[in-house]
Each structure stands twice: as structure tokens, then as C-alpha cells.
T-cell receptor, first 113, second 115 residues
Framework: DAGITQSPRHKVTETGTPVTLRCHQTENHRYMYWYRQDPGHGLRLIHY???????DKGEVSDGYSVSRSKTEDFLLTLESATSSQTSVYFC????????????FGPGTRLTVT | AQSVTQLGSHVSVSEGALVLLRCNYSSSVPPYLFWYVQYPNQGLQLLLK??????LVKGINGFEAEFKKSETSFHLTKPSAHMSDAAEYFC?????????????FGKGTKLTVNP
């Protein structure tokens, strides 16, 4: 257990509304990641963070923004949700320099109607 | 950019039979490789990792994987399948350096274990 929680765990929202997903970790890890998982696509990286206020884009960042104002929280925001953003979202942490594996949270299932 | 190919999106075996899940990678540098397992409605759990030490890597739940550089492969095996092994399995390769390390995942293989 890497001490990662995600909230909410399930959310249904309407097209055009803003949505923020939260990832919280308790072990002070520097590196955090947001992925989306869709059938037939595996996991695809949306954004990642390598420290407080240090973030970068991943493979599928369009339509998403992130913020990290403190070590323990990494927020993913959909400014104006679309049906194509219906997915399961996973947060992950990487323990740090010399470690390349990541540990995942339980996921958030988001449905955009 | 690195990439990972998992051959077979669905694999079905009988309980007690050998499990073999295939993973091939492309990497311009010596890779770090991983296998993850995902049970229904759960997050991903690290099964095992290769980080340039022994080429045969043992993981949890009796799984192991062998790194073969000449074949650019990192196949996952288990000698005898259990019903509890039914899950989706993902192979991943690390890319990037200097703080920008990321994982690139294959599309996954769903394992069914028949009684």
C-alpha cells in the first residue's frame, strides 16, 4: 500500500461542466502521475509532476490541466468535460531517484453524459 | 520513444496449466521493464520489475519473467495457473531520465483461467 487515495471514486457529470479529480499521498513522494485507462488502449499518461509546482504534459494532455501546490496533492482538472473524457483515471507515484516503478491509486471512474 | 507490444489481448488457460503472457519492447537504451496486474475494479499492482540485474526476475504470486535482449522480450510466466490469477496484465517500459522518467504501457492481456 503506497498510501495513495483518489477522490471521488465515482462521478457522473454533464458535458461542458468542469471536473476536478484529487490524488492524495501520505508518503511525501516527489513524483506523481495521472493516467487514463480505456479498453483497448491500456494506460495513457495525461500529465505528471516532478515536484511542487513542477508539471509536464504526457501523451494525451489535451483538455486536461493539473496543479500541485503541495507535495501530497496532485489535482487533475477537466475544464469543460466532454464525452470522450469518460474513462477510468488513475493516479500513481514514483518513489524517487533510482526507482523507476510506479505505484497506483484505486482509480476514479468518470462518466460524462 | 519507447513502445511495448503485448501479443494477445485475451489468453485463456486451464487451471494448473502454464501461463505465458508475451511482451516485446522497443528501446534505444537498456530498458527497465515491469509487469503489473489489475484485478476487476482495482488499481494496478506491481508484479515484478527488471532493472538490469538478473535476467530472470521473480515476482509475487509465483510469477516470473525473463529479460532477453536479443529478442527484445520480457515474457511473463507461471508454471501452474490458479483461478485467482484471472486478471488483466500489463507490461511497461520506463523512458526518460533526469526526473522525467515515465512508464509506457502495453495495451494489456486479459487472462481467463478455466476450471
Amino acid at each position: 500500500d503506497a498510501g495513495i487515495t483518489q477522490s471521488p471514486r465515482h462521478k457522473v457529470t454533464e458535458t461542458g461542466t468542469p471536473v476536478t479529480l484529487r490524488c492524495h499521498q501520505t508518503e511525501n513522494h516527489r513524483y506523481m502521475y495521472w493516467y487514463r485507462q480505456d479498453p483497448g488502449h491500456g494506460l495513457r499518461l495525461i500529465h505528471y509532476s516532478y515536484g511542487v509546482k513542477d508539471t509536464d504534459k504526457g501523451e494525451v494532455s489535451d483538455g486536461y490541466s493539473v496543479s500541485r501546490s503541495k507535495t501530497e496533492d496532485f489535482l487533475l482538472t477537466l475544464e469543460s468535460a466532454t464525452s470522450s473524457q469518460t474513462s477510468v483515471y488513475f493516479c500513481a507515484i514514483r518513489p524517487g531517484q533510482g526507482h523507476y516503478e510506479q505505484y497506483f491509486g484505486p482509480g476514479t471512474r468518470l462518466t460524462v453524459t | 520513444a519507447q513502445s511495448v507490444t503485448q501479443l494477445g489481448s485475451h489468453v485463456s488457460v486451464s487451471e494448473g496449466a502454464l501461463v505465458l503472457l508475451r511482451c516485446n519492447y522497443s528501446s534505444s537504451v537498456p530498458p527497465y521493464l515491469f509487469w503489473y496486474v489489475q484485478y476487476p475494479n482495482q488499481g494496478l499492482q506491481l508484479l515484478l520489475k527488471y532493472t538490469s540485474a538478473a535476467t530472470l526476475v521473480k515476482g509475487i504470486n509465483g510469477f516470473e519473467a525473463e529479460f532477453k535482449k536479443s529478442e527484445t522480450s520480457f515474457h511473463l510466466t507461471k508454471p501452474s495457473a490458479h483461478m485467482s490469477d484471472a486478471a488483466e496484465y500489463f507490461c511497461a517500459v520506463s523512458e526518460g531520465q533526469g526526473g522525467s522518467e515515465k512508464l509506457v504501457f502495453g495495451k494489456g492481456t486479459k487472462l481467463t483461467v478455466n476450471p
